[in-house]
């Protein structure tokens, strides 16, 4: 798997820094792709450090152009791109009554608009190659929570395009999956107990009560699942919804 080459979005923190790591430690060579190339600099170099290759790539996903440039760049520095992981993601909570049609956007642009872009960009590789492997990060918010209904529709938007890449690129040894997570600690569900005035650890021990394994999930835990995903190994399991959220969800 070592010519492997692999892109992450949103990897310069959080879930997708720590899938970028794990890939790059499965062998892979790793475009690590967010918003801003600099905020990349951490990912990149412990990467590095571990003996990994990885280049740092700046796109606005929700950019059709801004993607073309960076999968351009990753083809011809580390090689061609046969694994995407679409994990770049906004938050953008209200009630549907409170909600602008800018937080509607802000979030359909980033998600599926550019998990659309992404996944398009590099396909022909996998196509080319006649290997690949899509992943979606969805959530547990994709059977509905409240405050979220553009965060929800979204994700649950992700699970169906997942499910068609599946029957569309499947004749080309390319499988497509989501990962839903569900309560996982990172600087994302940081920010969303400060808003609703709860402290981080009593928000944690909140929902870690709710959890049939009665723990919160942390970055590690998407980050394994991914790896099995883009592995050999699951080369017959395509076209699926895991969820990654310590217990069963509809």
Wanted: hydrophobic residues 45%; charged residues 20%; proline residues 2%.
């Amino acid at each position: 798997m070592g010519e492997r080459v692999a892109v992450v979005s949103g990897a310069a923190r959080g879930i997708g820094a720590a899938i970028a790591k794990r890939l790059a430690s499965d062998g892979l060579r790793v475009g690590v792709l967010d918003l801003d190339a600099d905020a990349c600099a951490d990912t990149v170099a412990a990467i590095t450090e571990a003996g990994g290759q990885a280049i740092a790539l700046g796109a606005d996903v929700s950019n059709e152009e801004s993607v073309a440039a960076a999968i351009h760049h990753l083809d011809s520095t580390l090689g061609a791109p046969t694994v995407v992981v679409n994990n770049a993601g906004v938050l953008r909570d209200n009630l549907l009554f409170k909600m602008s049609v800018d937080d509607w956007d802000t979030v359909m642009n980033v998600h599926l608009r550019g998990a659309f872009l992404l996944t398009r960009a590099t396909q022909k590789y996998m196509v080319e190659q006649k290997w690949g492997r899509v992943v979606m990060m969805s959530s547990t918010s994709a059977v509905g929570n409240r405050g979220q209904v553009n965060y929800s529709a979204a994700k649950a938007g992700l699970q169906g395009f997942t499910k068609t890449l599946a029957l569309e690129l499947g004749k080309y040894g390319v499988t497509a999956n989501a990962i839903a997570p569900g309560f996982i600690v990172t600087d994302m569900t940081a920010a969303t107990a400060a808003r609703v005035g709860v402290s981080f650890e009593d928000f944690q021990k909140a929902a870690a009560a709710e959890i049939p394994v009665r723990r919160v999930g942390t970055p590690a835990d998407i980050a394994h699942t991914a790896s099995y995903l883009v592995s050999d190994g699951a080369g017959f399991v395509s076209g699926q919804v895991i969820y990654v959220a310590g217990g069963p969800k509809d």
